[in-house]
């Protein structure tokens, strides 16, 4: 029994006795939503036509619909494309709103607005049905028994982020059950779980898990998007990475893994894509968006709506501009915080999505409605900093409230280890958490997410082993993927060279896992680095569902080596305020002592010189560290630590001999990256001598605790 129902909240609503459609098109001429038994269905077991209309949303109330009902709409209207106006009512499209996913794309001409191979291309119009190919949305029951679920809402301060990808993660792990291999349900196994935690992670950043499509020029090639960076349905989770794909099962899955990842102390977060959308430009599919309302969702070319504004390089970008298109971001964002219970979001080049017009504007209406949400200004909010525009690079220039994935801390780490020249004041700036970029409006070293690799590129073992990129399994002539600067070329390339080879590249992964420990910000690892996982040079793994894309856990000694290293790096950042501090360094006395909290030493033990800074061949440098007035206190106010740091640094090719600062009645090394197997060690109070590429941690002696 249809009733006229209501205009809010969009999508499909369950009450228990019925469900409630509403859906937003301004251009429409009528809606007709399309009921169905099976995804396999030629044809709809049901269709109402949406007679209500309110604020260009249409909508209707239909008693007697269940939890797991299929559905999907046609929506009719011009088929102008030079105008922009691509409705076509013989296409069955995705709910934007929709919870639930059934089905994959089938690539079948169908799909497609137009007649696929006529002369008109775009401009043609195919009158075909495409019901038995396209996906249809799911009504869904949203109870889940959350049992006291408690937000870990670790502070910025000690986060260490760990990105990872839920299936290729898991997929191979011989600890983990079979049937959860590669699953949301495998990501939250104890196996995995404590891995995670023995690296002293406090969140994880699972790459998109959005309902996204596989693009047609992969299938075609026999590939898939592994990653997923096409998403079809931002309220959806991907239903590959449930134990069953049909249904909304999958979203019960989902909450299940996030409620025991909390149990166990960890949050997360979401990368997710707004930017864009899996409908391509013009001569990609009709799914949703484009036959629903195309001018609404999508930014089109002003003086020709047949093209698209592509800040993505993935044929459009979504029209934030638009009040409807902001309100679905919103209200997505808030879905997967309220309802799913995540912990905070990364923006896939967020840049795309403060474009008012064509400039990135940092007052953009989607950072103004995000910054007084209730609901979103409370979560971590972590920006992809650049799109492909022009302007789109904007790293340091997104408001309080927001992180950034820190570009230039990772080019300066692999510039400084590599041995290049003319780095060491870009070096040191970065290390304190880029004051240059995050001291000056408002923001707190936390802001810089710092990172030496991230899902785009190398993997940390391929950064320092390949001296170019191998992507000719992606089957695109190895064009594809970024040059990325390797930090140290050896002159061959490889996964199995001579020791001394292998030495040198694990102690390289050595001085970048000690890097991002002792660097003022949040560390983000890269899931593997810890275990040198490699993509066998591919540094564009996008579309690698297989051994090229997964971790592969069976670990030699060097592997197990690496990891004992990078847990005891991040356990001593745990254990030490001083470096993760809440505020920038000053460089001064600190209260009108003697003491400063930060002071720039050359190896001689004296302070460096404006000369020492600007000169290309100086490659060492020592950074004493106090405690001061950023100290960590408990709930008492009580100085929880008092801590020296001594932190010495050397990418040059010879060993170099450190004078230790005075004042101190004794040093022990924490951690040396050219020693990783050794204890702490008393080192007394005069000298130390630190090898070639190499950096060391030295902790004032427990004897002195301070400077004398």
Known sequence: ??????????????????????????????????????????????????????????????SGVSPGQLYGYRVDGPYEPLKGLRFNKNKLLIDPYAKA????????????????????????????????????????????????DRRPNTPWGKTVIYETHVKGLTVNHPRVPEDLRGKYLGLSC????????????????????????????????????????????????????????EGARHIAEFKQMVKILHQNGLEVILDVVYNHTAEGNHMGPTLSFRGIDNPTYYRLKPDEPRYYMDFTGTGNSLNVRHPQVLQMMMDSLRYWVQEMHVDGFRFDLASALAREFYEVDK??????????????????????????????????????????????????????????????????TR???????????????????????????FTMYDLVSYNAKHN???????????????????????????AEVLDLRFKQMRNFMFSLAVSQGVPMILWGDEIARTQQGNNNAYCQDNEIGWANWSLNARQLENLRFTRRMFDIRRTHPLLRRKNFFQGRKIRGKDVKDITWLRPDGSEMTEQDWVN??????????SLGADSETDENGNVLTDDTLLLLFNSSAEPVEFVLPEGIHGWKVLADTSNPSAGVVDVGRERYRLSERSGALLGASPASGQRA
């Not at 909240?9 to 251009?27: H, I, K, L």
């Not at 799909?111 to 396209?134: E, H, M, Q, T």
């Not at 406090?202 to 959005?210: G, I, Q, R």
């Not at 953009?364 to 799109?387: G, N, T, Y």
């Open 1 to 62: 029994m249809s009733k006229p129902g209501k205009f809010y909240p969009q999508g499909c609503t369950w009450d228990g006795y019925g469900c409630n459609f509403a859906v937003y098109s301004e251009n429409a001429s009528s809606v007709e939503l399309c009921l169905f038994k099976s995804a396999s269905d030629a044809g709809p077991s049901e269709v109402v036509k949406l007679r209500e209309r309110d604020m260009f949303v249409w909508h209707t109330y239909l």
């Open 101 to 148: 996913i059934s089905g994959r794309v089938e690539w079948d001409d169908t799909i497609f607005g137009y007649r696929v191979n006529d002369p008109a291309a775009d401009l043609s119009f195919d009158d075909r049905d495409n019901c038995s190919k396209a996906p249809k949305s799911v009504v869904v029951d949203p109870y889940f028994d959350w049992e006291g």
């Open 190 to 245: 104890d196996e995995v779980l404590s891995h995670i935690k023995s690296l002293g992670v406090t969140a994880v950043e699972l790459m998109p898990v959005h309902h996204h499509v596989n693009d047609k020029f992969l299938v075609d090639k026999g590939l898939v998007n592994y990653w997923g960076y096409n998403t079809i349905g931002f309220f959806a989770p991907e239903t590959a990475y449930s134990l069953v794909s």
């Open 363 to 428: 007052l953009s209406s989607f950072f103004d409605v995000i910054h007084q949400d209730p609901v979103l200004s409370r979560v971590k909010l972590i920006a992809e900093p650049w799109d492909l525009g022009q302007g789109g690079y904007q790293v340091g220039n997104f408001p309080v409230l927001w992180a950034e994935w820190n570009g230039k801390y990772r080019d300066t780490m692999r510039h400084y280890w590599r041995g290049d020249p003319s780095q060491l004041g870009e070096f040191a």
């Open 431 to 457: 290390l304190v958490g880029s004051p240059d970029l995050y001291q000056g409006d408002g923001r707190r070293p936390h802001a810089s997410i710092n990172f030496i690799t991230c899902h785009d590129g």
């Open 472 to 498: 000719e399994a992606n089957l695109e002539g190895n064009r594809d993927g970024s040059d990325d600067n390797v930090s140290w070329n050896c002159g061959v390339e490889g996964p199995t060279q001579s």
């Open 616 to 625: 290309s061949d100086v490659r060492v440098l020592g950074v004493l560290l």
